[in-house]
């Protein structure tokens, strides 16, 4: 199970399919260990995966590992869902993109892609089975 161990629960009620979202390290009865615990592991492994994805694009290791919490910050929100970009994410995928690095360009467009959150929701949502329209 990885960050933040979601469960999702279903509920038909005539045409309409109900899906409800519930975050098991959001349960302040599971203790903060499960959360520490998911958090700190899903946090090392996309680390690895983003320096040496960087690397391989042709980033120094210590670049690979300045840019790090960036796409952490990235791929978290994504796998939370129902992402929302701010000013201080719209600032860092503006430097990469006016970055000269290519490498930099492409780390901006998967970051830029993360932080999309297209329709429909991810966590809790209701779809009218009849008609595919959702809210």
Not at 92 to 101: D, M
């Amino acid at each position: 199970m990885t960050f933040p161990c979601p469960i999702r629960f279903v509920d038909l009620e005539g045409s309409r399919l109900k899906i409800r979202t519930v975050n098991l390290a959001d349960i302040p009865e599971r203790g903060d260990s499960l959360r520490e615990e998911s958090l700190r592991a899903f946090e090392q492994g996309i680390r690895t995966r983003a320096i040496s994805m960087m690397t391989a694009r042709g980033l120094t290791p210590e670049e690979a590992l300045a840019w790090s919490p960036h796409v952490i910050e990235a791929y978290l929100a994504h796998t939370v869902g129902d992402e929302k970009s701010g000013p201080k994410q719209k600032a860092v995928l503006e430097r990469l993109a006016g970055h000269g690095l290519p490498a930099l360009g492409a780390i901006g467009r998967y970051l830029e892609a993360l932080w999309t959150n297209a329709p429909p929701p991810d966590n809790n949502l209701t779809i009218d089975l009849e008609d595919g329209s959702f809210a």
